[in-house]
């Protein structure tokens, strides 16, 4: 979830969750997000909110004030469900733009735009809305970072580039292991030992790859067709 996000966008929800944190909360709501994205003035989505021609300090007076309650400090931080949506519309804003990184400036695209969805007014009624937010963005496009390499928060992480390589030719290879084990059992139930070695490479390359979905498919594939195999290999050392 997190790989496409550059360090500022990843700064943003570690404040939101000090945010609530510091105020007894173990919930992160689009306020709280809000808060973080606003609250510096160097910050992207505080220069956006200025050219907007929405006061930065407006819009923070528009942030309801969470009521602080008492939690355990163990209690688990996590995003609402209003959160969460509102990141699903940041990705929806940088997927319009054609950007392959989610930054504050798409975060910020995505908490207006969902406000708006569940008619929550107050930020448009501060001066600061989805439309201007997106205008303002796409005539910038020159001015934003470039994609960020895949990296871990929150304790997401993105599985590297040579890990899906790897899947792919774990893919691939079961594949082909599945399409030479057909053709040779049409002939013979003698185990194939060009089997075994494909079966061996593809489990190797699917291991590097385990934390991705591919790969998982693949080693299904792969160990169905090593047990069938075992099988067969049984079958023959017990007719000699």
Not at 90 to 108: T, V
Request: glycine share 6%; net charge positive; charged share 20%.
């Amino acid at each position: 979830m997190w790989s496409r996000f550059t360090e500022a966008a990843k700064r943003a929800i570690y404040d939101a969750q000090q945010t609530a944190c510091g105020g007894g909360q173990h919930l992160i709501t689009p306020d709280h997000l809000m808060t973080a994205l606003i609250g510096g003035s160097q910050s992207i989505a505080f220069k956006i909110s200025e050219r907007c021609g929405a006061p930065p300090e407006k819009i923070l007076a528009h942030v309801s004030q969470m009521p602080s309650v008492a939690e355990p400090p163990t209690k688990t931080m996590r995003l609402t469900r209003e959160s969460k949506a509102s990141i699903d519309r940041a990705y929806d804003a940088a997927r319009r733009l054609n950007h392959e990184w989610i930054g504050p400036e798409h975060l910020l695209a995505g908490i207006l735009q969902h406000a708006e969805k569940r008619k929550d007014f107050r930020f448009r009624d501060a001066g600061l809305t989805h439309a201007r937010v997106m205008e303002d963005i796409s005539h910038r496009r020159g001015a934003w970072p470039p994609p960020p390499s895949p990296s871990t928060i929150a304790g997401h992480s993105a599985p590297p580039a040579s890990g899906n390589a790897a899947a792919g030719i774990a893919l691939i290879l079961s594949v082909g292991a599945a399409a030479i084990h057909l053709f040779h059992t049409q002939k013979s139930p003698a185990p194939y030992p060009l089997l075994h070695i494909t079966c061996l490479i593809a489990i190797w390359c699917g291991w590097q790859a385990r934390k991705s979905k591919m790969s998982q498919i693949a080693l299904l594939a792969i160990f169905t067709a090593a047990i069938h195999e075992a099988i067969l290999c049984a079958i023959a050392l017990m007719s000699h």
